[in-house]
């Protein structure tokens, strides 16, 4: 049977643990086996790396209290620390910056510091400190942009044969070393698309070969249910995210029965630490109950539907467009009304606001419109439960961050997830040391998966 994990996107408008612990049981009920979190600053991280947490952070009280909930539903947990690219909540510290890989820009780890692994490995010491029995553990490593622009990396790849390539695979390599030395019982897992442009010698030679010398055996897919479509995209429009579903059921059929492990389902909150919002989470609870659903039972059908209608409260649910004209009773259905009315019934009046105002109005409106479901009365009191995470402000900026938040924002990069799986026992010295699963990735979050051939060659 295929694990199907729901990514839990807490970078952006993390959602209170009581509110998360009424979804458990509806993702169950849909057909989910386990849960990615991935944390970022919403972490409870203590000591020199305190400074991380963001405002709204978690307790550890409160993420037992939620890891306790998913064990007794019977949810797999697969904690997700980014460990290379997608640093800002950390680098964006004046107590990290010289760890930057370029000095301006916060997003990518300097690969090259004896100090940025010592960093990853107390964030993952102190995450796992807090988790029980965990079989897997995600290692990030997605969109490492920029990569070999910092100094340090220039004067590495002058050096006869060594390459951005090389580069990345040595840190990749160091993370999941390290996490399987500390931890032999869990298998690291690492997003693929900074691997899938690499050469053919180069990916087979020191990975593919490399996995089946050391045991890998599994792989896992990486689809989407929301946070794909757009950088401040409001409504999710199910029957996009079903059509990916359903192009990933295709690619499983055509894999080895034996290699697939599962499918990670991601619904992303925030493109970068810096973005505004995609999708809140109770926006895009009908795309995902669908996508379960469909992923599930192998295909989607009318009956299907009429299933999570029923499992959602929503009588007439459309997926070919953003209106529902039933309001659901699913935990945090009242946020989707009123994301839904704001979207249609006021864009018309703020969009001829903006124009009879045009400088100072719009500057303001554009930085304030996504905290719009704060200013709204709700219909019953679960808004004002769910509201205080569900709508968080963006981070202060740094004032040497300015060059990297004017910047171009690149393309959603969340195509799916191969992992490769280690069934053997941990080798006995650094030299033989394992890597990670590996995820394919793409350009349009996870909406494209990979052809036959590229199928193949990630399954070997």
């Known amino acids: 049977m295929w694990r199907r994990l729901v990514h839990l996107d807490l970078k952006g408008a993390a959602p209170r643990v009581q509110y998360l612990e009424q979804v458990l049981p509806l993702l169950r009920a849909l057909g989910a086996t386990g849960l990615l979190l991935e944390y970022e600053d919403t972490f409870p991280y203590t000591g020199p790396l305190e400074l991380l947490q963001a405002p709204h952070a978690y307790s550890p009280e409160e993420l037992r209290a939620l890891l306790s909930r998913a064990r007794a539903q019977g949810l797999d947990v697969v904690p997700l620390v980014q460990s290379f690219g997608h640093m800002e909540f950390v680098l964006k510290h004046r107590e990290f910056a010289h760890l930057r890989e370029v000095k301006a820009l916060p997003n990518a780890l300097n690969p090259h510091k004896e100090e940025s ?4 490995k107390a964030m993952i010491d102190q995450v796992m400190a807090l988790h029980e029995d965990l079989q897997w553990f995600h290692i990030g490593c997605d969109e490492v942009y920029y990569l070999g ?11 006869q044969n060594n390459t951005p390539e090389k580069l990345c695979l040595s840190h990749i390599k160091a993370v999941a070393t390290c996490l399987a030395w500390s931890y032999p019982m869990v298998t690291p897992i690492v997003w693929d698309d900074m691997l899938r442009g690499m050469s053919e010698e180069t990916l ?3 990975l593919i070969e490399k996995y089946r010398r050391c045991g890998f055996s599994k792989v896992w897919f990486a689809s989407a249910f929301k946070g794909a479509t757009g950088v401040n995209q409001s409504l999710t429009l199910i029957g996009h995210h079903l059509r990916n579903q359903l192009e990933w059921l295709q690619v499983a059929s055509r894999s080895p029965a034996d290699v697939l492990e599962g499918i990670a389902l991601t619904g992303w909150q925030r493109y970068d630490h810096f973005s505004v919002l995609c999708e809140l989470l109770p926006v895009g609870i009908p795309s995902l109950a669908v996508c379960l659903q469909a992923l599930k039972n192998g295909g989607y059908s009318e009956k299907i539907k009429e299933n999570v209608e029923n499992l959602l409260g929503m009588p007439n649910l459309e997926i ?13 259905s009242n946020i989707l009304t009123l994301v839904t009315q704001i979207s249609f019934h006021l864009k018309s009046s703020v969009d001829e606001l903006l ?8 500057a303001s409106l554009a930085v304030t419109n996504r905290w719009c479901c704060c200013f709204i009365t709700a219909p019953t009191n679960i808004h004002f439960q769910v509201c205080h995470r569900l709508v968080q402000p963006l981070p202060q900026e740094k004032e040497d961050n300015s060059s990297y938040c004017n910047a171009p924002l690149p393309a959603r990069c969340t195509q799916p997830l191969l992992q490769v799986e280690c069934c053997g026992a941990r080798p006995a010295s650094s030299h033989g040391a394992s890597f990670p699963q590996v995820c394919y990735r793409g350009m349009d979050g996870g909406e494209c998966p ?11």
């Open 320 to 332: 070919d467009t953003f209106m529902s004209p039933s309001l659901g009773t699913f935990p945090g």
């Open 149 to 159: 622009e910092g100094e340090e990396s220039k004067q590495w790849l002058q050096q």
């Open 355 to 362: 124009e009879r105002n045009r400088s100072p109005a719009k």
């Open 117 to 120: 692994l010592a960093l990853v």
């Open 450 to 460: 990979p052809q036959p051939t590229e199928a193949a060659a990630g399954a070997g």
């Open 204 to 206: 087979a030679v020191q």
